[in-house]
């Protein structure tokens, strides 16, 4: 037991960005309901179970999601772990708010096999099967929290699993989704679970340099803030971003432990109001200190893929050190931190000012000044060439529910175009080839599987065995001990496992 309490409604309630009164009400009601569907229940900790839809509630809450997404974030176990009745959901809360339970829970039964094999199968099956692109911002925040009480899981072998999958699948979603925040929040409660040495090992290098990084970035604070008050620039604020230690970890790896040669364990973000004074400042910089050459990134004229901008560049101190520093407007850094979650916001807080135009205005404030074109054209073709897919998907759609299934279409088609996802009927996940069938399914699971197969069940329906599946299909195999593998199945079968197996069960019957 440790003691804690379920966060107070009252802190959800602050957080969120909507004030009006059908959205307090909607969240107060899913709130209650999940309090009280949840009472019996205690976590591994032994506190009371709602403390955890509750806090998953609040960082939703915190990343700007609309009242629909939180009250979901509330109820997202009352069907799965305290046997609510779906359609009491969807009676007392509506459609949209039960879609959005239900794609959560039903991403809640996926499996986990194995980090080698299916790991991008997996990621890429979960982006696919959210239709809704809340529902996978809902299912980040629910890992987020379990990940961060981790230690409360008995098993070790458990707390290993869930470690590893939060680092293989749920931190690289947030990254795609442009969640910075969620991605360092994931991997950095994850790492010491999944990789206890490695976590070690990192800690201690980064706690011998930490005195020394940190007089540097005091000392560089203070420099630059004068250099750019002395050159007219004054509004702005500085903050410190220290590095996760997962992604410390993974670059020492590639600078072969050299700690010397990591020059962003702590870099100084400088937030400026517009694009123009990021380019003045970075000026101004350059100008007092020498920078790293290869070092300068340009990420506000060129974005990356995920919607990332800010302008990176990397000085010698005059200590021989030196000191990354990132430059960037305030929209860009609330869209850093919490990227798609960011965008989604815009419908809750644009109330009443729905249409065309003003939509292009919000895509226009992600452009630098030279690739703005007037408000009156459509964002599309040269004028935004550079501009994320994903950042443009949204902007050309009028409701953002399309927009979001026209992203996962887009992640859909470059995910899916050479392989099938489908599921055994406890929900592990099998990758296939392009047509391949229930025999290919079965040696997939096990040779013993296949050798025994009597028939298939797609989808709850017998099929032929010659069936091409397709993504998302349930197939179950029918056993018989006296099933034998036959020289059809072998051309029938798409994939070389499955033949390799069926060749040396027909060649072992020969002998026989
Ligand atoms: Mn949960």
């Known amino acids: 037991m440790t003691d804690v309490k379920p966060r107070p409604l009252s ?48 960082l939703l ?52 096999r194995g980090l080698e094999r299916h790991t991008e199968s997996l990621r890429k099956l979960f982006a696919a099967t959210a239709k809704d692109i809340r529902v996978l911002i809902i299912k980040l925040m ?56 490695e976590y070690e090992k990192t800690r201690e290098l980064a706690k ?23 050159a007219g620039l004054r509004e702005f ?11 410390l970890f993974r670059k020492l790896e590639r600078k072969q432990w050299d700690i010397a040669k990591i020059y962003d364990i702590r870099a100084l973000r400088i937030i400026f109001p517009t694009v123009a004074d990021c380019y003045t400042a970075l000026g101004i910089i350059h100008a007092h200190w020498r920078p790293v050459p290869g070092k300068i990134k340009d990420y506000i004229a060129f974005p990356k893929p995920n919607g990332y901008q800010s302008i990176h ?42 249409g065309g135009a003003r939509s292009l205005e919000w895509v226009r404030q992600f452009l630098p000044a030279w690739r703005r074109t007037s408000p009156s054209v459509a964002p599309s073709g040269a004028a935004v060439g ?45 990758d296939l080839p392009i047509a391949a069938t229930p025999i290919d399914f079965a040696y997939a699971v096990h040779s013993d599987l296949g050798n025994k197969m009597a028939g298939a069940r797609v989808n709850g329906k017998m099929v032929a065995l010659d069936t091409a599946l397709r993504n998302g299909d349930v197939v179950e195999i029918v056993t018989k001990s006296s099933a034998r593998p036959t020289r059809k199945w072998h051309d029938i079968a798409k994939t070389s496992m499955a033949k ?13």
């Open 142 to 197: 629910d890992r987020l929290h379990n990940v961060r009480t981790l230690e409360h899981v008995p098993r070790a072998e458990k707390r290993i699993r869930i470690a590893q999958e939060t680092l293989e699948i749920y931190a690289p979603i947030a990254d795609r989704l442009g969640m910075s925040v969620m991605k360092q929040g994931l991997e950095d409660a994850a790492f010491p679970f999944a990789y206890p040495k």
């Open 500 to 512: 390799k197996h069926i060749r040396a069960a027909l060649s072992a019957q020969q002998k026989k």
């Open 386 to 430: 550079s501009v994320p897919a994903w950042v443009k998907e949204l902007a050309r759609a009028d409701a953002l529910e399309s927009a979001s299934e026209k992203y996962l279409d887009t992640l859909k088609s470059d995910f899916f175009s050479h392989r099938v996802f489908v599921f055994t009927p406890k929900g592990d996940v099998i």
């Open 61 to 112: 809450a915190q990343a700007g999601m609309c009242p629909e997404s939180i009250s979901a974030g509330l109820l997202h176990d009352t069907i799965e772990d305290a046997g609510t009745k779906p359609s009491v959901i969807e009676r007392e809360f509506g459609t949209e708010v039960f879609s959005l339970v239900q794609g959560t829970t039903k991403l809640g039964t996926l499996r986990y």
């Open 208 to 230: 011998e340099r930490k005195k020394e990084n940190e007089k540097r970035l005091e000392k560089m604070e203070k420099d630059v803030k004068r250099e750019l008050a002395e």
């Open 11 to 58: 802190d959800i309630l602050e957080t969120m960005p909507s004030k009006r009164a059908v959205d307090v009400a909607l969240v107060t009601k899913a709130y209650e309901f999940a309090k009280e569907a949840h009472k019996e229940q205690r976590r591994f900790s032994g506190d009371p179970y709602f403390v955890h839809p509750a806090e998953v509630a609040y």
């Open 313 to 354: 560049t990397t000085v010698y101190t005059g200590d021989g050190g030196a000191l990354e520093m990132q430059l960037r407007t305030e929209t860009q850094h609330r869209e850093a931190q919490y990227g798609i979650a960011s965008h989604l916001t815009y419908k809750e807080t644009q109330v009443g000012t729905s």
């Open 237 to 247: 604020r500085t903050e410190a971003r220290i590095k996760g230690m997962y992604s």
